[in-house]
């Protein structure tokens, strides 16, 4: 947002926070959504709020809206205090919960993609450590007058940012997908959801990365620290063993169920997320730990590739002897990452995708081309339930022997800065 706009959005942060006090210690910067967003000539289920970054104290904490009316009105609400859902039938708009009542409201245009945004910097007064503000969405379809509202959210503000603690590794020390690492995080605040936090090895030399999935967050009282445990889900395609970074972030995730597909199925899920990576939580990981591709597998990598605007990645023939063709019992995983910039107040953020492996079912024998028809369904339907249909378009490009699955940004405005990522066959 304009520089005007962030000065007087800071001046209501100030003024709400004004309200509050002093407050215990929290235990760490949190930031959760509530409610759910209401239609007002929009797509996707209603406007939706999402908070872009952590409201720790001395940082800035930005809130955006989406899936709002293009080119219309936004009322942006922050409190010190939730009220009891206000229906607003009594404006035209029954159904529609409003859960938050000014003293600070912003009001500002929504743009063509019916997004807007506002910056707080949070003040670096450790007397509002523990203290929560709430915020909602309210959004004016100009054509119609249709009101609507956004889903709500609560900030609970911190001192002190998420710091990772010396990672342990669950056998087996070394090897392929389902080796198990356990991190501890300081002043993490990650509730006990896995999907709102994010890990990955990063290779400083390569920059080739692997995905780790979160299986459970515990909060330890007795050291104050979310004990994180993960296995390894994607693999990159290494020589061999080498140091590498752990990068964790942590955003909203979600792990919707897969259609199974003619002659793929899914038998876990898809995972999708969305959010912000955490100040100052790389750490080196043992040497030991860092895997090497298994024999059993095969890694190709994600291209990023500015010229189009979008990754790929190219499905191999199969490469353990059939002919080439993909047998019973087979399995592909996928996993990609990358950043999107949009301006004019869309939201910027990183995502990460990532599909269980799909097996061949009995029965078939697949094609690399047919592997990459079925599979970027699948993909696109994980993207879909999270971002909503149309932010990120994954198509399959088939022709000859050209078996290529395509991720890219369909709104024209929105700049892909880069990404990568792996698919993995195994036999």
């Known amino acids: 947002m304009q520089h005007g706009s962030h000065l007087v959005a800071r001046a209501a942060w100030l003024g709400c926070l004004a309200l509050l006090g002093a407050r215990a210690c929290a235990q760490g910067p949190t930031f959760t959504r509530f409610g759910i967003g209401c239609p007002s000539s929009t797509r996707n289920g209603g406007p939706a709020l999402h908070n872009n970054g952590l409201p720790a104290l001395g940082f800035p904490l930005q809130i955006d809206l989406t899936q709002a009316p293009p080119n219309g009105f936004a009322l942006f609400i922050l409190a010190a205090q939730r009220i009891a859902p206000l229906d607003l039938g009594f404006v035209g708009a029954a159904g529609c919960l409003l859960h938050v009542l000014p003293p600070v409201d912003l009001s500002m245009p929504t743009n063509a993609a019916g997004a807007a945004a506002v910056t707080f910097l949070v003040p670096n007064n450790l007397g509002l450590a523990g203290a929560s503000v709430h915020a909602q969405w309210v959004t004016v379809a100009l054509t119609t007058l249709q009101i609507g509202v956004s889903n709500g959210g609560t900030a609970t503000l911190a001192a002190v940012l998420p710091a990772l ?126 895997p090497t591709p298994s024999v059993n597998q095969q890694v190709v990598q994600f291209v990023y590739e500015s010229a ?104 024209p405005a929105c700049i892909l800065l880069g990404g990568g990522g792996s698919l993995v066959v195994t036999q």
């Open 165 to 290: 603690s010396n990672p342990t590794v669950i056998a087996p020390p070394s090897g392929g997908l389902g080796t198990q690492i356990v991190v501890r995080v300081r002043n993490g605040g990650f509730g006990n959801n896995p999907d709102n936090c994010c890990l990955r090895l990063v290779d400083p030399v390569t920059n080739e990365m692997s995905l780790l999935r979160v299986t459970s967050i515990v909060f330890d009282a007795a050291t104050s620290e979310d004990v994180v445990t993960a296995r390894l889900a994607t693999v990159a395609n290494r020589g061999g063993p080498v140091q590498a970074n752990i990068g964790m972030m942590r955003g909203g995730g979600f792990s919707p169920p897969v259609n199974a597909s003619t002659c793929l199925n899914t038998p876990v899920s898809a995972w999708v997320w969305e959010g912000t990576s955490l100040p100052g939580s790389g750490l080196m990981v043992p040497t030991s730990f860092v």
């Open 308 to 411: 189009s605007n979008s990754m790929y990645v190219d499905v191999p023939v199969y490469p353990f002897g059939n002919g080439g063709l993909y047998p019973p019992t087979s399995g592909v995983t996928s996993d990609a990452h990358g950043d999107i910039q949009c301006g004019g107040g869309v939201p910027n953020g990183h995502f990460d995708q990532f599909v269980e492996t799909a097996t061949v079912k009995p029965g078939c024998n697949m094609t690399n081309q047919t592997v990459a028809i079925e599979h970027a369904p699948q993909l696109q339907q994980a993207f879909n339930n999270v971002f909503g249909a149309g932010r990120l378009t994954i198509t399959s490009e088939t022709a000859g022997p050209l078996a290529r699955i395509r991720i890219k940004p369909t709104n």
